[in-house]
């Protein structure tokens, strides 16, 4: 991520909102200059870093665009590997070595006999080193010695200067207090980075679906506006963008800013995640339970349509989203909702047991493997139904289940004339 | 349900309150919860009992510690420990730099016998710590900042990487103990402290911000710390405890070329400012408004490279060099502590003379070999940039020489503190190199330092 001092001077403040100077990553000088960077940076492999951070200052001369340059030179050094030279001997060793001798001078006198030419010849002999080699290992743990090993990604001007823009993004937020979200997708994602970044979330049902999810963390509400979560809330940032349908206000202090501002952004931005959203399925199970379900109930099989993790359970400070969300097509109030209890890790299952009790939701169908050390009576005393199974859940027997709770929960479902698909 | 109160992220939560007939009003209803912030402990303890609430927060745990230490307390040091347990082992202690606040620390960690964080500023003195309660103690020390993160009983972590201890240990540490506590009162500093449940505290100090310095602060010391139990002045210590020291400037020319270039990056540099009247129109801000300027203007751009420019010029002179090279020889034999300005200057002379470095990117086995080193009369000279700048330990130093310009007056102070604190009543000195006719000078002047003797 970018240090502040090259995001504050792209922050522009219109009244109580919060707007920062992107750049136009189809701008043909911009494109040029982006591509220059990657070139030298390309020309810069296995050299170290000091000599790369020289040669963006080199390149920045003294142009006024400078802090949009080393913010690509930023962007591609942290992407990239970095790594200390492989060296005969560790550098402590060596220096610890030299500056027992010190302090030496060029010319000798009476209380320093010998010079510092002397001295390293001395040690370079000892430990059979080449002058050059001391004066390079002498101090080669340093981060500004490190070898430019890997240039990390297969960078082109459009893919660093969009990247720079996210980065810009992120930056805002450095300085925000917290941050309120609105979506109404990919809560499996979402809540894995919000957990990932110790987030702490407040979330409500929205008006038109989906959910208002309130970003802070638990010191928040005592410190008046501490920007203390600022790196965490500006690091998940890219989790929104695997959304599809999102909007963000954060509410943001940066210094140049007299009190508190907004900084808006919704799905129609420009903006692209480096995030990795993850796979349809958590497991085998899932998929397979999936795929069976689309054969023998899906299309016109059934009156049951499946969407996957569209809901979420909310459970103050925590949610469980379960794995899939059975839509009656008759009425789409019917719903019932499956979650999938495979093999799981035993600390695992203890915090979805929990959770389960917390949620007590008669909505909810549990289908559970048997070898797991869990009986009926673990799940005693909450609304949610529960069935075994041994190898793989029976399809039949499941959704033989999920029309008696539907017919327990809303009532049997009025006789429809055929419907027509929902799709 | 049971009601219970426990720690989360620095905050407290009662939980399954449906029993508790009154909520304290230190609690707020937030997010669903009953929450009141960590450092309100000992505030609700008595609430808790009498309301028959589960107390859940405490996770330290008590601890068998031997004083390996055959150091003496001092009386002032006596006194000090006294009026902190007087005052239930809550509030700060001002002792001026180099009068053994760490030794009295030691004895606080000792009296309290439970597990302690110690929050220090600087890497630095993390340091320091980890060396001193390891030896004190005998037993392993967790370090928590940048580079190291392991949590022991009793653990040292920086103002910086407190909080994120704090959020997620803060209710195994029965003691806090703040070092350097004035920086407390401002904007993040104070949080980790806020959010710490520990009962017992102790800040030490040598500047305790007065009370017009903490208006406007985020919070007060004494509501995070408790007050000042105990006050010791340097004048009472100096000549009993302390090394007499005196200060000394050694002015050096430029060479008629670097003064060519340095008139010409002036005029470039302070041309600029003075054209655009910057310092009247900006005040205090001025410098700031020529960093905007330059990323907009080529002028101000080229003002600010002559700027930097400038100072590199200043702080690696060969004038300064050869100065340097010249105490080197003369104080041959001592211990010398270089300040510089800048890390690139620092290893410089290293790679120059040929001897060890400390910068803010030296990890700890190495530091603690260089200051080990220098102790036994290994090393005779260390060079350093910023970072021994914070009440750093190094009782042989006899010599300190400050190589670059721009020195607050803080910061003097702490330098001057350092090479203060002795053994043997030896006179130390302090050497500080300035160009002459360069604004290093005109910064001297604007800097009153008490007791310099030219």
Redesign the interface.
Known sequence: MLTSELIR?RLRIHGSNLRIEMVNEQDPSLQQKAQDLINIFNRYQSQSQAAWEEAVRAYEG??????FIRGLAKVLTDAAVFKPLTAPLPP?TL??H????????EKP?L??PTT?QQ??REVADTLELSLDEIDEI??AD??ASYRLMDTGPAWTPSTLLARYNLELARGALYWASHITIEVASNYKDLWKFIKFF?L?F?AQPGQDGGYRV?LD???S???SS???YGRQLAAFLPALLLCEHWQMQAYVRPPQARGEILYRLDHSCSLRSHFKSSGTFDSRLEEEFACEFEQKMGEKRGHWRMVRESEVILL??TVMVPDFVLIDTRDEKRRILIELVGFWHPNYLKRKVEKVRAANCARLLLLVYQGLNLTEETFDGTASEVIFFQNKPVLKEVMQTVEAMANRIYGPCPKLKRTKKTK | MEASVFF????LVLQDNNQVEQISILF?F????W???AYRYHEIVSWMKEQGIRNSVPRWQPLKLDLHDTRELHEYQVKALDAWKQGNGRGSIVLPTGAGKTLVAVHAIHHVSASTVVLVPTTSLLYQWYALLTNVFQTEIGVYYSSEKRVHPLTVTTYHSA?DLI?EYGNSFKLLICDEVHHLPAR?WG?AA??TPAPFRLGLTATYPEEHEQVGE?WRLDELIGPIVYTQQLETIVGKQLAEYRTQRVRVDLTPQERATYESLHETYLGFVRDRELQRKYGADWLRELM?L?????HA??AM?ARRQLLALLESCQGKYAAL?EL??EH??ERILVFTESNAVA?TI???????VISH?TGV??RK?ILE?FQAG????IATSKVLNEGIDVPEAKVAIVIGGGVSKREYLQRLGRILRKKEPLQAVLIELLVRNSIEEGKVQRRQVPREKR
């Not at chain 1, 003294?62 to 802090?67: R, T």
């Not at chain 1, 030299?98 to 001078?105: D, E, K, M, T």
């Not at chain 2, 290994?378 to 000279?381: L, P, Q, T």
Request: net charge positive.
């Open positions: 001077p003294a142009n006024v665009d400078y802090i402590a220096r610890e030299i500056f027992s001798y010190g302090p030496v001078f006198d209380f320093h510092r001295v390293l002498m101090f340093r981060g110790k702490m407040w309130d963390g638990p010191i509400p005592f410190v501490t920007l203390r103050g400070d | 989360q992220g620095g905050t707020q937030v997010k669903n919860r929450r009141c912030e909080g959020a993040t949080e806020l959010m985020r905007r330059s990323a907009i203007d080529p751009r080229r490279l090279e080197l020889r041959a034999g290893y290293a790679r120059k003379y040929l001897v060890p990117e086995a190495e070999h080193a290994r090393y005779s000279v």
